[in-house]
């Protein structure tokens, strides 16, 4: 397990900050981490961490019918994007581009935290990721994540629990 960067708050990163911010709005109070490797990955996060691959939540973005829309997917999950498209009442569901998701949540993908976007969407979430304790979400970049109880991080995100597991 690798060690996280103790990183004094003056030199965090603004978008962690932003993350930081907004759980305080939200009631929580959130710790996230740094690793130098990265963690754009579910595999590299939990490997970094310390923790199972089916913990780390997994922020995708989608355009279902022309909204954006989030999906919180555990790790060890593959998003089917059919339940995803039936889950937010509409037909057709495809990936944004990083442009998009940049625009839409204020965070380059890889590191689009689960709550404190420049827009509000609606989220949905993955029910795998509640059989676990703690899961691990994006705190704003690539390199950041905090730890989170699933059913905090269901209050906070407002997000719909629905089954979106591919198979």
Aim: include cysteine; aromatic fraction near 6%; hydrophobic fraction near 45%.
């Amino acid at each position: 397990m690798s060690e996280a960067d103790p990183t004094p708050v003056s030199e965090l990163h603004p978008n962690v900050v932003r993350v930081i911010a907004a759980a305080r709005e939200l009631g929580l109070e959130i710790q996230p981490r740094r690793y130098a490797e990265g963690a754009k990955t579910a595999a590299d996060a939990a490997a970094a961490i310390g923790v199972e691959v089916g913990q780390i939540v997994k922020s995708l973005i989608f355009g279902v019918d022309g909204e954006i829309v989030l999906a919180y997917v555990s790790g060890a999950n593959q998003l089917d994007e059919s339940k995803l498209a039936a889950a937010a009442g509409g037909t057709r569901c495809a990936r944004v581009d990083a442009d998009a998701v940049r625009a839409a949540t204020g965070y380059p993908i890889g590191g689009v935290p689960p709550f404190g976007h420049k827009t509000h969407l609606r989220v949905f979430i993955d029910p795998d990721l509640l059989q676990w304790p703690e899961v691990w979400a994006a705190a704003g970049t690539w390199n950041d994540v905090f730890g989170i109880e699933p059913h905090k991080l269901v209050e906070a995100s407002g997000g719909a629990v629905t089954d979106l597991k591919r198979g």
